[in-house]
């Protein structure tokens, strides 16, 4: 009875399983341990399995191309940006060649760029309101730090035992945004290219946020490969590619779109 | 082995589709600056589209020498052209003495038109602060002084600089007496000058410049300098033909509260005003004192300042008599004198240390009826 209560769990609620596994894995008694190997081991007669994913993003939250404003990348540090994923796949076929995998994934996207520029939109907000706002020549360090919730769907191709090559759409939702830095070495034509000129040299610098403008729903491509090391153990990489603007629509400061674009490396298990 | 090369794959795409691209032309458009062999003194407002250019008694309209500065790449054209246009020497004799001048950006897209008027002028000796300059555009008061012309001269015109512009760039005011330097009523006679000492905001916090003093000056403010250099950028004098005696007027000063140093309140330590008028030599006529010499710059003959003895408070208007005294062992040379080698600024401000940014918020100076005694010829 309470076997087949859950066959039924199963299979309408995959996706709280997986949520589940992730937040449960390592604190599970040795009786749940022994359930749930047993769940998976029927779920993987039906074609189901499931895996944990972790690793480490590195990329960037850039233009594409490159627009003209942007004359020169100084200094780019990727910084540490650790992800984690559960996800459950569905083979289609007997042989397990074609499948769909769909994922919960809970990441972060970061960079830190320095930029020589020229006429790049800027604006400056005072804590009370008023606005200093013109288009700057010169240094821009930019700060981005985004965590996302995502969700990818995955259509997976296995061309051997050990190697799986996967490939589709993600959704991403913004948890927490950081778009900040500041402008220096440069100057700034305020309020247009018509105004005045303001210099800004060593110590005079102007610190800007646009983390408030950066758009909560998010989605992509994501395309990447998975190696099988061990029976359990899999080594895995993905490239994911923003397809929106990271900036909500009505944001006109930066005259041009960003896109995130990361491989995130890193290990699997699978049940 | 092909992660690695999922890896560098990776890289590539990036790098390839990251290329720099060619450089756009400049989209900037403005005058940054102007200057002529002629010109004294060239009030810039880009918020008007106007330049008023001071030239000296005497100088010749016909043949104005005027150099701009301009953005990288951008051009300045007059648009109608007059006999007796070469290069950059303008005809400004007919009419009023303006003229429209369009500059065009690089890249050709950004045209403004600017009005430029040369003014011959001879700075005026009394300061009565009842005109405003009309400026529809501009969110802050400037002070205008005119005197009509007498049989035999020009009229004498001063217009005042202060450092509104820069407070602009806080975005801390709404409304024009929102501003350190504005225009009330209730002054000694009619209307007079407010000097306040303003809180800069988390934008004045950020460049480290905590508070801006209520000053008013004659001189020129120059904006660029504004953030990088506040004290470079109030510069001072105007050419000057007498010798100065004295500087007299009524003022009224209350301290602000709090003093603070660099945004850090300081125990113990009171904020006062300051008034001076120094007159300096200029060999060159685009030679200015400014902020951070005008009053220890070996140029300087002569100064009239108020010590700290007689800058006290006072809620009653005060009048105040600061005579001249030699500086730097100079004397003033007649001759120099007539070629008019030489140059007066009269500086207020509700914050003697305000450029350097101490000073109390709260500090408010109000100045009236200020004359300028000097010897006569």
Not at chain 1, 161 to 183: I, N
Not at chain 2, 206 to 228: E, S, T
Not at chain 2, 285 to 292: E, I, W, Y
């Amino acid at each position: 009875m309470r076997r087949e209560l859950k066959k039924i769990i199963m299979k309408k609620y995959n996706i709280i399983i997986i949520i589940l596994l992730l937040t449960v894995v390592g604190a599970t008694s040795i009786k749940a341990q022994e359930d749930r190997t047993h769940i998976l081991g029927q779920s993987y007669l039906r074609g189901w399995e499931y895996s944990l994913k972790a690793g480490f993003s590195i990329g960037g939250t850039a233009p594409l191309p490159l627009p003209e404003e942007i004359r020169k990348i100084d200094s780019y540090v990727p910084s540490m940006a650790i992800s984690i994923e559960g996800n459950a796949t569905k083979w289609l076929d007997e042989k397990k060649i074609w499948g769909l995998t769909l994922g919960l994934r809970l990441e972060t996207k970061n960079m830190t760029t320095e930029a020589t520029v020229k006429n790049y939109g800027m604006k400056i907000i005072n804590t009370n309101g008023g606005e200093l706002e013109g288009l700057w020549t010169g240094g821009v360090k930019t700060k981005v730090k985004n965590s996302y919730l995502t969700v990818p769907v995955l259509a997976n191709y296995k061309i051997s035992k050990r190697w799986k090559l996967v490939a589709g759409p993600y959704f991403s939702y913004l948890l927490e945004g950081d778009f900040s830095g500041h402008v220096y070495e440069g100057h700034l034509r305020t309020p247009d290219q018509t105004g005045s000129r303001v210099d800004f040299t060593d110590e005079s610098i102007a610190t800007y946020d646009f983390s408030d403008d950066l758009r909560k729903f998010q989605w992509g491509i994501q395309l990447g490969g998975e190696w099988r090391a061990f029976k359990h153990l899999n080594v895995y990489a993905d490239l994911t590619w923003g397809l929106n603007d990271i900036f909500k629509k009505d944001f006109d400061t930066i005259s041009f779109a960003m896109y995130p674009i990361y491989l995130n490396i890193g290990f699997g298990y699978s049940f | 082995m092909k992660i690695k090369t999922l890896t560098s794959c990776f890289f590539l795409a990036f790098a390839i589709s990251s290329c720099i691209q060619d450089e756009a032309l400049n989209s900037e458009a403005a005058i940054d600056g102007c200057t002529g062999a002629d010109v004294q003194l060239a009030n810039i407002n880009a918020d008007e589209k106007k330049v008023d250019v001071y030239v000296h008694k005497g100088a010749n309209l016909a043949k104005q020498q005027l150099n701009f500065a301009l953005p990288e790449g951008a051009s300045i054209k007059p648009n109608d052209r007059r006999d007796g246009d070469i290069g950059n020497i303008y005809n400004f004799s007919e009419g009023d003495h303006s003229r429209s001048f369009t500059v065009t950006s690089e890249d050709n897209v950004w045209k403004p038109v600017y009005e430029i008027n040369v003014q011959p002028t001879e700075l005026p000796t009394s300061y009565h602060f009842e005109e405003l300059l009309v400026a529809q555009n501009t969110p802050y008061h400037i002070f205008y002084e005119f005197e009509s012309s007498t049989s035999q001269g020009i009229s004498k015109v001063l217009q005042w600089s202060s450092g509104n512009p820069g407070y602009k760039l806080t975005g801390m005011s709404k409304l024009p007496t929102d501003y350190p330097t504005v225009q009330v009523a209730g002054g000694y006679k009619e209307k007079c000058v407010k000097l306040e000492t303003k809180d800069t905001g988390s934008f004045g916090a950020m460049v480290k410049m905590y508070i801006a003093a209520g000053n008013l000056f004659i001189g020129a403010f120059d904006l660029a300098n504004a953030l990088k250099d506040a004290p470079k950028a109030t510069t001072f004098g105007f050419q000057f033909y007498k010798r100065p005696k004295a500087l007299k007027g009524y003022y009224k000063f209350k301290a602000g509260p709090v003093y603070t140093e660099s945004g850090e309140p300081q125990t113990g330590k009171k904020d006062r005003f300051d008034i001076y008028a120094v007159m300096y030599e200029a060999e060159d006529n685009s030679f200015m004192l400014d902020g951070t010499n005008s009053l220890t710059s070996d140029k300087v003959v002569s100064l009239a300042r108020i010590s700290a003895e007689e800058a006290l408070e006072t809620d009653q208007w005060t009048p105040f008599d600061l005579p001249f005294k030699a500086q730097n062992g100079k004397e003033i040379s007649e001759t120099e004198l007539q070629k008019g080698k030489y140059k007066l600024g009269i500086v207020f401000s509700s914050s003697v240390d305000g450029a350097y940014f101490r000073g109390a918020v709260g500090s408010t100076l109000y100045i009236d009826e200020v004359e300028l005694i000097c010897e006569e010829n």
